[in-house]
T-cell receptor, first 110, second 114 residues
């Protein structure tokens, strides 16, 4: 079993929809939870990070961490075609080593 | 501010040939990472440097892979000899030492071994 599990999708939604992306994990030592966006043939781009449990909002993006369930989510409101990309969750204990999920491919149709 | 720079962007080689990748991190970032990303997968850490010191190379296949970071800035990752299974995207990332969770990635080098 992988330390971080993420449904690869693909996920297809109409423009303007609310998107929910999720990851589960098994290592209770993880304290930092990140979401990266990766466009085709580009490097991953850090969207948001959260320390420990709770919510964090940045514009149309909201990250949620539930450590009791070992479950994290990224919500995208009013999704746009430019949001079409692969979304990677990543987690870290205090060591700085990131463990990535497989990535979920999202397509937002105009 | 310039981001992480990597070269080359693409490389095609025959198996058993050597190959090298170069990375220049964000100015002021003393922690540098090399990741490998296979098709349809998330990046996996190969090696992490704090300044010139490799502090985590547990996932680096040392029989054929080597890395160096002279003067604590630029870094080179080498494969010799390359195998078919080495075909992947090799990503370099950097961060400040006290914010290791905030890593910034370069565009990657796409390696194809034929």
């Amino acid at each position: 079993q992988k330390e971080v599990e993420q449904d690869p999708g693909p996920l297809s939604v109409p423009e303007g929809a609310i998107v929910s992306l999720n990851c589960t994990y098994s290592n209770s030592a993880f304290q930092y939870f990140m979401w990266y966006r990766q466009y085709s043939r580009k490097g991953p781009e850090l969207l948001m990070y959260t320390y420990s449990s709770g919510n964090k909002e940045d514009g149309r993006f909201t990250a949620q961490v539930d450590k009791s369930s070992k479950y994290i989510s990224l919500f995208i409101r009013d999704s746009q075609p430019s949001d079409s990309a692969t979304y990677l969750c990543a987690m870290s204990a205090s060591t700085g080593k990131l463990i990535f999920g497989q990535g979920t491919t999202l397509q937002v149709k105009p | 501010e310039a981001g992480v720079v990597q070269s080359p962007r693409y490389k095609i080689i025959e198996k058993k040939q050597p190959v090298a990748f170069w990375c220049n991190p964000i100015s002021g970032h003393n922690t540098l990472y090399w990741y490998r990303q296979n098709l349809g997968q998330g990046p996996e850490l190969l090696i992490r440097y704090e300044n010139e010191e490799a502090v985590d190379d547990s996932q680096l296949p040392k029989d054929r892979f080597s890395a160096e970071r002279l003067k604590g800035v630029d870094s080179t990752l080498k494969i010799q000899p390359a195998e078919l299974g080495d075909s992947a995207v090799y990503l370099c990332a950097s961060s400040s030492q006290d914010r290791a969770y905030e890593q910034y990635f370069g565009p990657g080098t796409r390696l194809t071994v034929t």
